[in-house]
């Protein structure tokens, strides 16, 4: 069984992108691409969990239920899309996780980093979670990449504390759930979803998960909301480099998604956490 985390958010969201846009110009339309997404999944008889910048719940508050009414479920992905290494993050994100259990009454007990930005400088987020009585996380990438990644990350799942970020510690209680990696020309590389997904061949990502399965590891993808419904957004003008990440065959992202879907079980996170034995 592998993992499937949809990152809920919206155009203007990703740390490439945000920058760009002016205040008055960030306009949400995410959530017109919602009911695609669902039908994606439920076509394919596949359970997800939706990690949601919270500000997106604020403005549409009928995205939870509709969310929730079809078996996904509902993680935290902060209430703006803030990096967890941001300067002085730690006492907003406090309030950030109390404002997120008032809108879902309580649902979400995972988290996903924006960025992959758990590290060293934010492992203070740890403690901040399993005070707030979340269970799970899934922000650690085991592959080194220009924006983030923890080479030396363990593949499967483990308890992970504010000071073993990457190595099981049997004294914790928050389990990471690591994103999917691979070989590829030598090199460790993300296969877990977003830019690699549409950059590498479909072939590539397939066989990470197998390999994954033949090993009893739970292949952990996760696809950005805006890369499936990228009919809904806005282009607009960014540094080559920035654009190239960013938009790069972001049309091959949905029959890609949908093949995999096809092909391998997924499920969400919570539901799987509730299926193994205490490890
Ligand atoms: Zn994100």
Do not use: C
Not at 119 to 130: F, H, M, P
Not at 169 to 196: C, H, M, R, S, W
Not at 217 to 239: M, V
Request: aromatic share 12%.
């Amino acid at each position: 069984m592998n993992l499937l985390g949809i990152d809920f958010e919206d155009w203007y969201h990703p740390q490439l992108v945000e920058p760009f846009v002016s205040e008055e110009k960030k306009i949400p339309t995410m959530f017109r691409g919602l009911d695609k997404i669902l039908d994606l999944l439920r076509k394919n008889d596949s359970k997800a969990t939706f990690f949601v910048v919270g500000d997106l719940l604020e403005s549409n508050p009928e995205i939870l239920d509709k969310i929730m009414s079809e078996g996904h479920e509902i993680g935290f992905h902060t209430m703006k899309h803030t990096r967890l290494d941001s300067p002085n993050f730690r006492p907003e994100f406090k309030e950030e996780l109390k404002k997120f259990e008032k809108l879902t009454s309580g649902k979400s007990i995972g988290f996903r980093a924006p960025t992959f930005s758990l590290n060293e400088k934010s492992s203070w987020a740890i403690d901040e979670l399993v005070s707030n009585g979340y269970k799970y996380d899934s922000s650690i990438m085991p592959a080194k990449t220009n924006m983030y990644g923890m080479p030396s990350a363990e593949r499967s799942p483990y308890r992970i504390t504010n000071s073993s970020l990457g190595k099981n510690d049997p004294n914790g209680t928050l389990i990471e759930f690591p994103l999917l990696v691979t070989k590829f020309l030598g090199k460790t590389i993300p296969a877990a979803g977003g830019f690699y997904l549409r950059a590498l061949p479909l072939k590539i990502i397939k066989n990470a998960i197998k390999s994954y399965e033949e090993k009893e590891i739970p292949a952990s993808l996760y696809i950005h909301s805006w890369e499936l419904t990228p009919e809904y957004i806005p282009r607009i003008k960014l540094p080559i480099k920035s654009h190239f990440i960013t938009y790069h065959k972001i049309e091959k992202t949905f029959s890609k998604m949908n093949e995999l879907l096809k092909k391998f079980e997924f499920t969400a996170f919570e539901s799987y956490l509730s299926k193994i034995p205490n490890k």
